[in-house]
């Protein structure tokens, strides 16, 4: 695959639909995210400049049914596999 048909990384992305930050054009290519020198892969939103990610927290469930995120901080990388 060409790399000049992926669209650059934001620095602010969130997987959920409904959000300001979700990208649907970033999603048609698998993206990695690395936090902390580790591949996460149950990431569902990052910010590079912020230094955190946003992940689920156990089987927890909002009042939304979606689930509770936990906030971590730390050195986030992002690219593409």
Known sequence: MNDTTRPDLPDHLSIDPRS??????????????????????????????????????GKALDRRGNPMLLKLKGKVEVFYK
Do not use: L, M, Q
């Open 20 to 57: 300001k930050f979700h990208v649907p054009a970033v999603f048609e290519h698998e993206v990695g995210i690395k936090f902390n020198e580790k591949e996460r892969t149950d990431v569902e939103e990052y910010c590079i400049s912020e230094g955190w990610i946003k992940v689920p927290h």
